[in-house]
């Protein structure tokens, strides 16, 4: 009898966007992209896959969240800024 054993692979960094949403759109959206992405990486590591996967998400949407809000906040700002 053969088992295989399944291993889930690593969810992928998010330091990269994390960062680059730290200083180019949303403060609070990049440091909690951040620290969920550590956490996905702290979880993985130990063998939690599932809530490794959790985390990433949760960041990733995070980090989706701080992006769209930075650019809607900006089509008004300019819209005001046009109008006058």
Do not use: D, H
Request: aromatic fraction near 10%; proline fraction near 4%; charge should be positive.
């Amino acid at each position: 009898m053969v088992f295989e054993a399944y291993l889930e692979s690593e969810p992928p960094s998010l330091v990269g966007w994390s960062i680059a949403v730290l200083l180019c759109c949303c403060l609070p959206g990049g440091i909690i992209g951040l620290i969920y992405g550590t956490k996905a990486k702290t979880e993985y590591a130990k063998g939690n896959y599932a809530e490794a996967r959790s985390a990433y998400e949760t960041g990733k949407r995070w980090l989706i969240g701080s992006v769209i809000a930075s650019a809607i906040t900006n089509i008004i700002y300019i819209a005001v800024k046009v109008s006058q």
